[in-house]
């Protein structure tokens, strides 16, 4: 792939930079001028984890990783959603996340930790090529229609999705600028931030269960806050495994509501790796004396 050129990214810097202070300014106006309404964080509720799981269970594990088939439907809600958490189309998201990958911790990585964790976290967003983008290692996402239809639509429907509705459900409960400042804005950011720590404190923080080649690290405290992708060390080294917590007590949302729908056949052909092979990387990395 080689070395690209890249430029500062103004719509996306202006973005991630204006959101939080936009949040702010439309919370003091709600609470001025509309009286606090605590329904309005039942539409932040909703839509946090609406968007957060649809970027966990569609975007991260179905559409990168093809880790599990799902029925039509599950697709076209985690796309919809998955728009709404203002993360990129899923062709593009996806297509970062493989070369992520595929070239972890070197210059090639997109979010590459070894750059720090300003980088990691969000200043790979705030630039982009001088090029247009190929979107790499994409070819099977670029034949699933539903995936090019949001990648064409993205904008639209991220903020039709992602502000118009929650404001509209907030007028319809009398609080318009609640529901923009709470359950729009003030959710986009707490989403942003929460799936941004998966590629910035998921790379720093916790124990190198089972394999110690790459950066990536597994931590019970950071999987609460990253719908329970914080099993990272896990996810780079059985990167296939529809699971991030592999132990049933481990919090890992995305994990219980994948199999909970293929119960039902919303979701199919989950794919685990056998214990065996997780057990002797465990035993592996004890010998070795690594833990963190
Ligand atoms: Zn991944
Ligand atoms: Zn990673």
Same mark, same amino acid.
């Given at each position: 792939m080689g070395k690209v050129l890249k !430029?500062?990214?103004?719509?996306?810097? $202006?973005?991630?930079? $204006?959101?939080?202070v936009a949040a702010v300014a439309a919370v003091i106006g709600h609470v001025m001028y509309e009286g606090f309404n605590p329904w309005t964080l039942? +539409?932040? *509720?909703?839509? /946090?984890?609406?968007?957060?799981?649809?970027?966990?269970? &569609? /975007?991260?594990r179905l559409f990168a990783h093809r880790s599990f088939e799902a029925h039509p439907i599950i697709q076209f809600f985690t796309l919809v959603f998955g728009a709404a958490s203002f993360e990129n189309s899923a062709l593009k998201w996806c297509s970062d996340h493989r070369v992520h990958h595929t070239h972890v911790d070197t210059e090639e990585d997109p979010y590459?930790?070894?750059?720090?964790? *300003?980088?990691?976290?969000?200043?790979?967003?705030?630039? !982009?090529?001088?090029k247009p983008e190929t979107y790499p290692m994409s070819a099977d996402l670029r034949r699933n229609k539903l995936v090019m239809w949001q990648h064409r /639509? /993205?904008?639209?429907?991220? +903020?039709?999705?992602?502000? +118009?509705?929650?404001? $509209?459900?907030?007028?319809?409960? &009398?609080?318009?600028? #609640? &529901?923009? &400042?709470?359950?729009?804005? #003030?959710?986009?950011?707490?989403?942003?931030?929460?799936t941004f720590f998966i590629n910035s404190l998921c790379h720093m923080v916790g124990d190198k269960t089972f394999n110690d080649e790459h950066t990536a690290r597994d931590s019970w405290i950071t999987a609460i806050f990253t719908f329970g992708e914080g099993y990272h060390n896990f996810h780079h080294t059985f990167q296939a495994d529809y699971r991030n917590g592999v132990r049933w007590y481990h919090f890992d949302p995305g994990k219980w509501v994948i199999k909970s729908m293929s119960w039902v056949g919303l979701t199919r052909k989950l794919k685990k790796v056998s214990d065996e092979t997780i057990a002797m990387a !465990?035993?592996?990395?004890?010998?070795?004396g690594v833990h963190a």
């Open positions: !430029r500062i990214d103004w719509t996306n810097s $202006l973005f991630l930079t $204006l959101t939080p039942l +539409i932040a *509720f909703f839509f /946090y984890w609406a968007t957060g799981m649809s970027i966990t269970v &569609g /975007y991260h590459n930790i070894k750059k720090g964790f *300003f980088w990691a976290h969000i200043g790979w967003i705030m630039v !982009r090529p001088t /639509y /993205y904008l639209p429907l991220s +903020i039709f999705v992602g502000i +118009i509705v929650p404001t $509209l459900i907030g007028a319809w409960m &009398g609080s318009p600028l #609640g &529901g923009l &400042g709470i359950g729009a804005l #003030g959710r986009i950011v707490l989403v942003h931030h929460t !465990r035993i592996q990395m004890k010998d070795k």
